[in-house]
Nanobody, 122 residues
Framework: QVQLVESGGGLVQAGGSLRLSCVAS????????MGWYRQAPGKQRELVAT???????NYVGSVKGRFTISRDDAKNTVYLQMNSLKPEDTAVYYC????????????????WGQGTQVTVSS
């Protein structure tokens, strides 16, 4: 089993910054893509940003230029630096990762963190 533990959420004023972290632990061979999703009240969960093992990143349009995703493979950790936060960024942020369980299989299993609340006040 793989566990994802997020941290770094909180309350911040509009224009402020927060840095989310997510650490993966457990038994696995390698981590493929890592990403952050968010879900605001009454809305569907949406992709915020992803980073693959080669370092390529992808962002939803509303956060481009404000958020930066990065990963530290030595620490099995993915980060989300969030700058110039807006009230519409308020949501529960979830970490997501796909892992290869063993070296003998190329199949990828997806795991989710428990979520961390980000609240941006106006």
């Amino acid at each position: 089993q793989v566990q994802l533990v997020e941290s770094g959420g909180g309350l911040v004023q509009a224009g402020g910054s927060l840095r989310l972290s997510c650490v993966a632990s457990g038994r696995f061979f390698s981590i493929n893509a890592m990403g952050w999703y968010r879900q605001a009240p009454g809305k569907q969960r949406e992709l915020v940003a992803t980073v693959i093992s080669g370092g390529s990143t992808n962002y939803v349009g509303s956060v481009k230029g404000r958020f930066t995703i990065s990963r530290d493979d030595a620490k099995n950790t993915v980060y989300l630096q969030m700058n110039s936060l807006k009230p519409e960024d308020t949501a529960v942020y979830y970490c997501n990762t796909g892992v290869r369980r063993t070296a003998y299989s190329t199949s990828v299993t997806e795991f989710w963190g428990q979520g961390t609340q980000v609240t941006v006040s106006s």
